[in-house]
């Protein structure tokens, strides 16, 4: 009995592995990461530039947390996740780390991210029932939508974990009307997205 339990689950897997060779994810985050990694290392390089010829990097995220409250940045970086992803999640990393409380701002900014995508889905599961909207955003997301139908759980999980705009991942979820619970359950990764960029970026400021 254990004997065929195991030999049907690594058939499972193997198939779902041949679907996903075969539908093109394993090509998608490829190039993806790749995308990714450009803008990281551009960001990188102009931080360390910054840093090093203009302004003392150390110094201005020192001014913020003494100018603004955690607050008032946590709630600008909500509404950014909540549109769009405007602005990089790693500026705001880097400011946690400069906090009084860095774990905690962190947390709080992972939380934030959480949310704002759970906003976004909501956002998408809205539009579809604004039809000049819906028919917009169908053309523009085409192929966001359609990989979001193929790959489901899975394009959910690259999208928390990679630097790809979470917060399109989720309208397009929300407009296939991917399941609500298991959507909460993938964008749990992007706590680990936080946690594992903190490691670098708390490093370097």
């Given at each position: 009995?254990?004997?065929?339990?195991?030999?049907?689950?690594?058939?499972?897997?193997?198939?779902?592995?041949?679907?996903y060779?075969?539908?093109?994810?394993?090509?998608?985050?490829?190039?993806?990461?790749?995308?990714?990694?450009?803008?990281?290392?551009?960001?990188?390089?102009?931080?360390?530039?910054?840093?090093?010829?203009?302004?003392?990097?150390?110094?201005?995220?020192?001014?913020?947390t003494?100018?603004?409250?955690?607050?008032?940045?946590?709630?600008?970086?909500?509404?950014?996740?909540?549109?769009?992803?405007?602005?990089?999640?790693?500026?705001?990393?880097?400011?946690?780390?400069?906090?009084?409380?860095?774990?905690?701002?962190?947390?709080?900014?992972?939380?934030?991210?959480?949310?704002?995508?759970?906003?976004?889905?909501?956002?998408?599961?809205?539009?579809?029932?604004?039809?000049?909207v819906?028919?917009?955003?169908e053309?523009?997301?085409?192929?966001?939508?359609?990989?979001?139908?193929?790959?489901?759980?899975?394009?959910?999980?690259?999208?928390?974990?990679?630097?790809?705009?979470?917060?399109?991942?989720?309208?397009?979820?929300?407009?296939?009307?991917?399941?609500?619970?298991?959507?909460?359950?993938?964008?749990?990764?992007?706590?680990?997205?936080?946690?594992?960029?903190?490691?670098?970026?708390?490093?370097?400021?």
């Amino acid at each position: 009995m254990k004997k065929k339990a195991k030999s049907k689950k690594k058939s499972r897997i193997r198939l779902l592995h041949q679907y996903y060779a075969y539908t093109g994810f394993y090509r998608f985050v490829w190039k993806s990461v790749k995308k990714a990694i450009l803008p990281i290392i551009l960001f990188v390089g102009a931080l360390l530039a910054l840093d090093y010829f203009v302004l003392d990097i150390e110094k201005m995220l020192v001014t913020v947390t003494e100018t603004y409250s955690p607050l008032g940045i946590i709630s600008v970086f909500f509404i950014s996740e909540s549109l769009l992803g405007l602005v990089p999640p790693e500026l705001f990393i880097a400011w946690s780390g400069k906090s009084a409380s860095p774990i905690l701002n962190l947390s709080l900014l992972a939380t934030a991210s959480y949310c704002g995508g759970i906003v976004s889905y909501h956002i998408g599961r809205g539009i579809t029932k604004i039809r000049y909207v819906h028919e917009q955003l169908e053309v523009k997301m085409a192929q966001h939508i359609a990989n979001t139908r193929k790959w489901g759980g899975f394009l959910i999980i690259v999208g928390a974990l990679l630097p790809i705009p979470f917060s399109i991942t989720s309208i397009a979820a929300g407009i296939i009307k991917f399941p609500f619970p298991s959507y909460l359950m993938f964008g749990l990764l992007r706590y680990v997205r936080f946690y594992l960029y903190a490691l670098v970026i708390f490093e370097m400021v």
